[in-house]
């Protein structure tokens, strides 16, 4: 079965921290580069973060220092630890391979009050 489920968002003030998860199928995690998007309200989506399968990571200018993707290749599943959270990260967050697939999870909401 084919799945990207993302978990951990929530509602937290600027400067706080969230873990999100995504658990996705051995088919698509396996041998492929993963990556965080983002979808702000009225914007496009956006890479925010990626991980080859060999764990070397690259990140968007606006979240270098304060977001750490990695995975866990026994678990399938994905990570995005996010610390020093700014108001201009709230979004929905999605996992997908880097380039992304046709489909999409149903993502996970971070809300950051300032």
């Known amino acids: 079965q084919v799945q990207l489920v993302e978990s951990g968002g929530g509602l937290v003030q600027a400067g706080g921290s969230l873990r999100l998860s995504c658990k996705t199928s051995?088919?698509?995690?396996?041998?492929?580069?993963m990556g965080w998007y983002r979808q702000a309200p009225g914007k496009q989506r956006e890479l925010v973060a990626s991980?080859?399968?060999?764990?070397?990571?690259n990140y968007a200018d606006s979240v270098k220092g304060r977001l750490t993707i990695s995975r866990d290749n026994a678990k399938n599943t994905v990570y995005l630890q996010m610390n020093s959270l700014k108001p201009e990260d709230t979004a929905v967050y999605y996992c997908?391979?880097?380039?992304?697939?046709?489909?999409w999870g149903q993502g996970t909401q971070v809300a950051v009050s300032s």
């Open positions: 997908n391979s880097y380039p992304y697939l046709d489909f």
């Open positions: 051995r088919s698509i995690f396996r041998f492929n580069t």
């Open positions: 991980i080859t399968s060999a764990g070397s990571t």
